[in-house]
């Protein structure tokens, strides 16, 4: 990056003044005595593929209060600083369609550069659960999961802090349906009342008040599983008056994926709102014909004029908690107390039957081809040894000398375990790609490598993946499909009108990589590994990634859904 010593001295600290007022404030000149460049960064001698899917061309990109105000031949004329670009690409920074928690980044910011390094500048947090509404109970289970006390209620409040801490990246918010029944009814399986859904209605439109962007669903956890369709419209109807979207991870992603995208269909033609379907996919190998289906399924009913989408991250492992291969009935009183029953013998037996035998659920077991060796373990509660983190169920087995049902329960009872279970196919994630409406995710909140023990991969690598696996070595798409499937989609789904493309007024989120270098390294055995390639990535005109070192400055914004008043 070409830049003066004097505004490379500054950091980028100050967030709201441009560059070229950083540079007359490190000489010492006021205002009137010194002459306000044009620009206060240009980007020069890239190749821009804007994220319209349209063909690369070259040009140099002008930046001006954190806004693109001239794209061309920018030559001759005056900027503070210049980056060059050096025929690598520019595009608009990339979107994460389901980014996990935005909690990290209040409590260690540097949790951000886990996105960055994927050329990430906005990513989407919550699903069943968001980080408000808060009331005093789940305050508190808060506090002893986390050792923190949230001093927030609303989102606006929650929104006020985390902008006072800052943010290297944006971040949009939805509301959880979960999140409304926790608050309302607990996380026991019991209907609402006509009055309870009412305070469930009223928070879901004070968050989309506050800003959120719409209602979210996590069908296949407790409590969120315990809802009946019925309530989601009643819900998705609040977010609707406000041009939300409902978003969904849905109520079954194998065996039954057919009837839940018809489900998450239904919900959006009776709330009249758009619908948007997380992680798309059709786990286990017995299901894996049904992508094609689910695919046209999506495709019909926006030939028919219903606003649905979906995304997908690049890789045929999934993660869940270790609980989930048990039937979620069985957490209709909670999960504390069902693990309990975990002490009894005969319980274990029984569920061990259960699992191995039905089929009418969500059976994440079957899904791996009834193998623990499929099952890898990701991420540990407090009682695990962290030795068992990279190792399948029948490898910690085996290590032990115990029976793999004895270590899968006493697992399952202690509680806090994430897996990957192998439940996907290549041949899937190459339909789904190439689907019009498809986006990308990376179904992971921001991690600091060095205060985790493990993690899924796509936590650090899931768009280089993209870019790397899928359109450079395998040609799945094209490079300017995938930038459109990064940027324009997502931001058009989340309704953001002035980011996701590079034009003229745009708030200036980009990334400068080279397509034929840039690369995931973060592995299944090796998660906890930045992404390489990201030469530059630019968050409203101001670099947060500087020739592949994070800067440290927080330009970021909580972006506020603001739809309908």
Known sequence: MTITAAASAMGYVRRGASLSALIASALGLSAAGCTQPEFDLVVASGRIVDGTGSPAYPADVGIRDGRITAIGDLAGRSAAATIDAGDRVVAPGFIDMMGG????????????????????????????????????????????????RPPWSTFAEYFAILENRGLALNVVHNVGAAQVRRVVLGDEDVAPTPEQLDSMRALVATAMRDGAVGLSTALIYPPGIFANTDELVALASVAAEYDGVYLTHMRNESFAVLEAIDEALHIGRGASIAVHIFHLKAAGQENWPLMERALQSIANARAEGVEVTADVYPYIRNGIGLGSFVHPRHYAAGGDAFRATLADPDVRRALRREVETTADWENWFRHVGFDWANVLISGIGDEQDPAIVGLSIAEVAAQRGEEVWTVFFDLVQQGGVSVNPKSMNEEQKHQAMRARFMAFD??????????????????????????????????????????????????????????????????????????????????????LQYAEGMHYVIVSGEPVIDAGLATGTRPGAVIRHRGRE
């Not at 960055?116 to 947090?125: D, E, N, S």
């Open 101 to 148: 928690s935005s909690y990290p980044l209040l409590h260690d910011p540097t949790t951000a550069e886990s996105k960055l390094r994927q050329g990430i500048t906005t990513m989407l947090a919550g699903e069943g659960g968001s980080m408000a509404p808060l009331d005093e109970r789940l305050r508190d289970a808060f506090e002893e999961a986390t050792g923190y």
């Open 442 to 527: 990376t179904d992971a909140s921001p991690l600091n490598p060095d205060s985790v023990d493990a993690a899924h991969p796509r936590a650090f690598g899931a768009f280089p993946r993209v870019l790397a696996k899928y359109v450079r070595e395998e040609r799945v798409i094209p490079l300017e499909e995938a930038i459109r499937k990064m940027t324009a989609l997502p931001a058009d789904i989340l309704r953001l009108d002035d980011r996701g493309r590079i034009a003229e007024g745009m708030v200036a989120d980009l990334v400068v990589f080279d397509p034929e270098s840039v690369q995931d390294r973060a592995t299944f055995t090796e998660p």
